[in-house]
């Protein structure tokens, strides 16, 4: 039978050190969050026009005004008005997505998080 002083568990420090480091990664989850799911509506928006054959009919100038609006609609704002390339050219329209975020992490250190994509449609 052991004796009590030869037992050995987790001790209060290393709890508090796997505590700490939970709590660190949390927080950088949780800052880097809305910048990925602002991505992911952009995205959809875009899947959306490009699957929607009778707003393809309008030139890239109306399918730009169209995307701000519905950017407008999810709440979402582009770093950069050239976030969003349009080009039509042989029949086939190029959509362009571009663009950083620069997340304050801590003091003086921010993350950067970069997005890029291109979808094709074919012009009606």
């Known amino acids: ?9 987790a001790s209060f420090f290393s709890i508090l050190i796997v505590l700490i480091v939970a709590g660190f990664l949390f927080s950088i989850a949780f800052k880097l969050y809305p910048a ?23 030139g890239p100038g109306g399918l730009k005004s169209s995307f701000i609006k519905k950017m407008r ?3 979402v704002k582009l770093p950069h008005k050239d976030s969003l ?5 042989e029949g086939v329209i190029r959509f362009i997505v571009d663009y ?6 801590f003091y003086n250190v921010d993350a950067v998080v970069v997005f890029k994509k291109e979808y ?3 012009a009606p």
């Open 1 to 9: 039978m052991k004796s009590r002083k030869q037992q050995a568990g």
């Open 85 to 89: 390339v349009i080009t039509r050219k």
């Open 120 to 122: 094709e449609a074919i």
């Open 36 to 58: 990925y799911t602002d991505n992911l509506t952009v995205e959809s928006v875009i899947e959306d026009m490009v699957s929607d054959r009778e707003q393809l009919k309008a």
């Open 73 to 75: 609609i999810n709440q």
């Open 100 to 105: 950083e975020v620069r997340i304050p992490m």
